[in-house]
């Protein structure tokens, strides 16, 4: 920083110009200070200054002022951006909302700009989707000129095919994705919560997984992150369907005790 000490040397002279000549003074407001700094202010930019014979004030006139150039018509915005992978309901993730983009970007890969007021996501530096940001989370965003020609089936997954899958695992598997996609606007909005409750089958038995689900439906959970949490925590051993006791072994032989009488 080169420049550094040529700062420190403008902030001495304004505390030695301006900070000491009203360092007995009191005020009571910010408008009253401001208006005690600018004489100050414009005594310090008009004194001649002995290494340049001119003011600060001529300076700025004739060699700053000139190549100043106009401020931007809009003021700067804040942003910040993030990669995201499409997912196989059409949105990606922002802040805990969901955001739809063009069905045809499934599994592709995505880069957000998100401001205070709107997302943007670009795909290889082309925009393909805007969205008034929203303020709420666990919600959904979707234009319906993003959903498919079908506006209800995509790529190889369809809600009956979840449920054909969930119905391998357990009823109360196929009852919560049910329960899932109903509850949300488009089927697929839910399509990420059932492929990820599907997905728990690889680390947990199909009968703990189906007895998470039927806890999970009488809590009237709805996220992948609540059966697991089930799973984790051992809830769903309550669930559990009974094994049949077994019967004393019975002897073919045995007649009574009167047979022999």
Known sequence: MPDKAKVEVAVQVSQRWILARLRNRRFFSLAELNAAIRPLLDDLNTRIMRDYGASRADLFATLDRPNLIPLPAAPYVFARWKRARVAPDYHIEADGCWYSVPFGLIR?????????????????????????????????????????????????????????????????????????MENRPHPEQGFRTCLGVLSLAKSYEPERLDAACRRGVTIK????????????????QAFLEPEPEELPLQHPNIRGRNYYH
Not at 126 to 135: D, L, T
Not at 221 to 236: C, E, F, M, P, Q
Request: include cysteine.
């Open 108 to 180: 592709q890969l995505v880069d957000l700009r998100m401001t205070q007021t709107t997302v943007e996501i670009f795909h290889r530096g082309k925009r393909v989707a805007s969205h008034a940001r929203n303020p709420g989370r666990r919600s959904h965003v979707t234009v319906p000129d993003h959903m498919p020609s079908s506006h209800r089936r995509y790529a190889e997954w369809t809600p009956s095919r979840i449920l054909a899958s969930a119905e391998k695992l357990g009823p109360s598997v196929a009852a919560f994705c049910q329960i899932v």
């Open 221 to 236: 959970a709805r996220s992948v992150s609540s059966i697991r949490s089930i799973l984790k925590t051992g809830l769903d």
